[in-house]
């Protein structure tokens, strides 16, 4: 269950140097990189990954969350084991902390047959999420041929802490992806993330500047560490001038979890708060997560303020468009539409065989 990886080099030490992502592992024979799953066998670098998944759901688009990719859509969604950060506050800590054999499935799923289990639940596109994707990038680049080959869509949930050569081939193949910005400071993801900043924010700035994928970002608040107002405004004016207003940012709620259980969960407040920042700095597009707020999951004409696509956590209750403009007032909405109406969606996550990850 192992396929040769791509992205390494032999190191003058005698070990193979991962160049997947900035973490830059030297890997001694028989030894794992941090992300667990690519690994020295040999003299050649492999990926356990390949083929392996920690479970699979159907799920709204709304909840990867991309607000306006293709509303109202249903993704197949999947995962390995595994990560290439060390987030103390993961949500998902029993996959992406997870050994490979701790928890992957022994089933050969090659990306035919994946693509094969979204078409029988009648799936719209396929989204790479629950651990980051970064580390099974060649898995996902092959799925990610056979479902355009089969017309459905790709999404790419990721840290976007990757190198450039493995960015470049990853995202070639991707239709849309939400970056997870942890936060502002370098000091946030050294102590919180066991990474730095710098090349998240360079993954951003060339998504949003040089490719055709669809971005949008997300901000998980953290109570004490990452959710000053300052912070939340520096961020927000960043996005506004190396990505463009355009770009949905979607502030969500955090809740105690794996070595960051002393923390308390985010105030609603909090994410209100964040949101009326974001906008006074200049975003277009400013949602809330992971609490009950209507108004802020809701999208707005940036024009004339109607709401052109009204939501309640992932639900789509009500859709205001005409081909991708505010049915109101004619202003083009920022995204990826589909050319006839939105129906209303009940937003539900549906489990497929194997069990499915929480997030």
């Known amino acids: 269950m192992v396929h040769e990886a791509r992205y390494w080099e032999p ?3 005698g070990k193979i140097r991962c160049t997947l992502c900035p973490r830059d592992c030297h890997i001694g024979e028989g030894q794992n990189g941090f992300c667990f799953i690519r690994q020295n066998r040999g003299g050649r670098l492999v990926s356990a990954g390949y083929g392996r998944t920690t479970g699979f759901a159907m799920d709204p688009v709304e909840k990867k969350p991309l607000a306006h990719f293709y509303p109202g859509s249903r993704v197949l969604s999947f995962g390995t084991a595994g990560c290439c950060l060390g987030c103390r506050f993961c949500q998902n800590w029993d996959i992406s902390k997870a050994r490979q054999d701790d928890r992957l499935s022994e089933d050969d799923w090659t990306p035919d047959r994946v693509v094969a289990l979204a078409r029988a639940h009648r799936a719209d596109g396929l989204a790479f999420t629950y651990n980051d994707p970064i580390i099974w990038a060649e ?21 976007g802490y990757i190198g450039a050569e493995a960015r470049a081939d990853v995202f070639r193949h991707m239709d849309a992806t939400n970056v997870d910005l942890k936060g502002f400071t370098e000091e946030f993801y050294a102590k919180a993330t066991l990474s730095h900043l710098a090349p998240v924010l360079e993954t951003l700035e060339w998504l949003a500047r040089e490719t055709k994928v669809w971005v949008e970002v997300t901000n998980l608040m953290i109570p004490g560490l990452n959710d000053a107002p300052d912070e939340t405004r520096a961020l927000s004016e960043w996005m506004v001038g190396h990505m463009g207003a355009d770009v949905p940012l979607h502030f969500t709620a955090f809740h105690p979890d794996y070595k960051m259980m002393d923390r308390p969960r985010t105030p609603a407040a909090t994410l209100t708060g964040a949101r009326a920042i974001a906008r006074a700095a200049g975003l277009r597009y400013v949602y809330t997560g992971n609490v009950h707020d209507p108004e802020g999951q809701t999208t707005y004409c940036p024009s004339c303020g109607a709401a052109v696509i009204e939501r309640d956590w992932h639900f789509v209750r009500a859709v205001q468009l005409r081909r991708g403009a505010c049915a109101a007032c004619g202003t083009a909405i920022a995204g990826r539409f589909a050319d006839g109406p939105v129906a209303p969606t009940r937003g539900i996550v549906m489990p497929l065989g194997i069990p499915s990850p929480r997030a």
């Open 11 to 13: 190191a003058p030490d």
């Open 139 to 159: 898995f996902a680049i092959d799925v990610a041929r056979a479902a355009h080959a089969a017309g459905l869509f790709t999404v790419f949930v990721t840290s």
